[in-house]
Each structure stands twice: as C-alpha cells, then as structure tokens.
T-cell receptor, first 108, second 114 residues
Framework: KNEVEQSPQNLTAQEGEFITINCSYS?????LHWLQQHPGGGIVSLFM???GKKKHGRLIATINIQEKHSSLHITASHPRDSAVYIC??????????FGKGTHLIIQP | KAGVTQTPRYLIKTRGQQVTLSCSPI?????VSWYQQTPGQGLQFLFE???????NKGNFPGRFSGRQFSNSRSEMNVSTLELGDSALYLC?????????????FGPGTRLLVL
C-alpha cells in the first residue's frame, strides 16, 4: 500500500508570496494528482502528472519519479487560493491513495 | 456539459438504518469512483465501477456496497449504519481510468448518523 506524505500540514502566507507544497510517496505510481478543496467540500482536480512539469495560470506542478516526490507551486498567491490542497497517487488496485492535505491560508 | 451530480446533498440517519446515495457522472464518462472523507482519516477510496463492473474496492467492511447501471449512474449503499459512518461521501467520474486520468468530483453527500 502506498504511503503519501504531504508537507506542510498548515501554511499561512501573505498575498503575493510564492507557495510550495510538497508530496512524497513510497511506491512507484502511474500518475499523481493534485486536488483543491474549498470550504463546503467541493473538490477540483488541478493537475494529473506522470512525469515532468505542468503549468496552469499561476499554478505549477512538478514530479520526480525517481525521487517519488512532487511539488505544487503557486506564484503571486492571492486570498482566493486559500483552500486545502491534496495530493493523490494511483498505480495499483487500491484506487487513489490520498495525502492528508495542506491547509493554505493567504492573508491580504 | 453538466458536471457530476450527487443526491441527496445532506442526510441524517440513525444507527442501524441503511442509506443509499446516488451519483450521476459526466455524460460519456464510464468510470465512477466513490470516496469517504472524515476529519480523522481524510479521503479514503471506497470502490470504483466501470461499465457496470466493480473494478477495485478499498479497505471497507461489507456493509459498504455499490453498483453501476447501464447509463453509468452509480449508487452506493451503507447498511447497519454506525456513528463512525458520518462523513462526506464523494463520487468522481472519469472517461475510463481514474488513476491515470483527470477525475471530476461531485459536490458530495454529507451524511450524519445519530
């Protein structure tokens, strides 16, 4: 069973700061997902990665398959980026395995 | 294109009762996965259906079951409810393989067991 660790668990930053959230996993995977969950429960899929790097607006996700590590970066952070960011990995018969999430608060 | 819909959105039950939750995937999506989210355990995989067949199952007791219909709509059932079943239940749809494709999540059903 894959173990997924996210860091930090909680992060408070000022508007405009560069944000990095990390995710490590224990077993080789076919893909890694970054999800965003706002208060109220709705989850949005931000990225699905199997190698390299992806960018969407101010969000950048990278993955290092050899190191079993991924990072999610937010440039020019904004209060609307405040949410829980969840890393999830898939590759076996256990469906997706999720990290505990990173609670991000961006203060104006 | 309509998103993933779940009904009901909120539900209150008592211990020992059973409950059925429904999920309608995005049109054209054949895979539906179910997840349970609690403050203590976070998100956990329940099961995945593809073309009316259960493809994978998470580590949950047999009280949790599901099915998928020919139109890809899915239901999950929890029998003999326990207090610990109080959670947000989310379903997500994908074209075929949720582990390797973008999943689209529904708004969830919030279940409270008293």
């Amino acid at each position: 069973k894959n173990e997924v660790e996210q860091s930090p668990q909680n992060l408070t930053a000022q508007e405009g700061e560069f944000i990095t959230i990390n995710c490590s996993y224990s077993v080789g995977i076919s893909a890694l997902h970054w999800l965003q969950q706002h208060p109220g429960g709705g989850i949005v899929s931000l990225f699905m990665l199997s190698s390299g790097k992806k960018k969407h607006g101010r969000l950048i996700a990278t993955i290092n398959i050899q190191e079993k590590h991924s990072s999610l970066h937010i440039t020019a952070s904004h209060p609307r980026d405040s949410a829980v960011y969840i890393c999830a990995v898939g590759g076996g018969a256990d469906g997706l395995t999720f990290g505990k999430g990173t609670h991000l608060i961006i203060q104006p | 294109k309509a998103g993933v819909t779940q009904t009901p959105r909120y539900l209150i039950k008592t211990r020992g009762q059973q409950v059925t939750l429904s999920c309608s995937p995005i049109s054209g999506h054949r895979s539906v996965s179910w997840y349970q989210q609690t403050p203590g355990q976070g998100l956990q995989f329940l099961f995945e259906y593809f073309s009316e067949t259960q493809r994978n199952k998470g580590n949950f007791p047999g009280r949790f079951s599901g099915r998928q219909f020919s139109n890809s709509r899915s239901e999950m059932n929890v029998s003999t409810l326990e207090l610990g079943d109080s959670a947000l239940y989310l379903c997500a749809s994908a074209r075929s393989t949720p582990r390797q494709e973008t999943q689209y999540f529904g708004p969830g059903t919030r279940l409270l067991v008293l």
